[in-house]
């Protein structure tokens, strides 16, 4: 009766975010990804109105059904007085179309992604961000699964985010628990520095593992959802949801 009682209270933590989400209207369920709005929200400074270089990383709930458990993240950068940004993601969209998941293109990247309005993970400005560029195109010119997409549990959109993330030492950044595919280190490699860089991880093909990082608090990834604690904030981590706390 124990082990029963265990596994239901397993289930229910795993599964509360999600539901949450499905029942809280987070997640637009019914517009076809024809009528979706990609409008900008206002998080991204005007090239004209921003010289100073500048990397932004976005993340925002997945289309359809796939939001209620986890994001879509990109990265954006603007060199000094550039005159527009250059958008970086992968998708497995995109690599019904191309021989790459890659993909590269220009305009603002504050907008949102098929009606879910995006959320500011992390930005470096002026020069931190001019030194980091350089380091974010050769990741990226790096990065290993440019011909592979896998919803779950990667290498995707968020795979690619933390990949480049670990490669650049000036990019300390918290990835959101719901990041699914975040934890995929390939299928041969186990141990890693987490991705901001402040402590280290135990994955298996990114279905099973575990993480402590002083930016990331202690983390288990079950199946690629991901649950556990922060302490700087203090907050508890849901899949779905992401955080509860402070």
Request: hydrophobic share 40%; no cysteine; aromatic share 14%.
């Amino acid at each position: 009766m124990r082990w029963i009682f265990y596994g239901l209270l397993a289930v229910i933590i795993l599964l509360a975010g999600p539901i949450w989400v499905l029942i809280s209207g987070q997640v637009d369920m019914s517009t076809h990804w024809r009528n979706a709005d990609h409008s900008r929200v206002g998080l991204a400074p005007l090239p004209k109105d921003h010289k100073p270089a500048l990397v932004q990383i976005y993340a925002a709930r997945a289309y359809n059904w796939r939001g209620l458990l986890g994001v879509h993240m990109w990265i954006a950068i603007k060199p000094t007085a550039a005159k527009q940004y250059t958008i970086y993601q992968v998708s497995g969209w995109n690599l019904y179309r191309h021989p790459t998941s890659l993909s590269i293109k220009h305009g603002m990247p504050d907008t949102r992604w098929y009606g879910h309005k995006p959320d500011l993970i992390d930005q470096l400005t002026g020069l931190q961000a001019e030194q980091a560029i350089p380091k974010i195109k050769q990741a990226i010119k790096q990065y290993p699964y440019k011909k592979e997409y896998s919803l779950w549990p990667g290498p995707n959109s968020n795979t690619f985010v933390a990949y480049v993330i670990r490669h650049v030492p000036e990019l300390k950044t918290k990835l959101p628990t719901t990041a699914i595919g975040k934890d995929y280190l390939g299928k041969s490699t186990i141990f890693a520095w987490t991705p901001s860089g402040t402590g280290v991880q135990l994955s298996f093909t990114g279905m099973l593992g575990v993480s402590i990082g002083l930016y990331e608090g202690v983390e288990f990834n079950f199946f690629g959802l991901v649950f556990g604690v922060d302490v700087f904030p203090p907050a508890i981590k849901l899949p779905g949801i992401n955080r509860v706390g402070f």
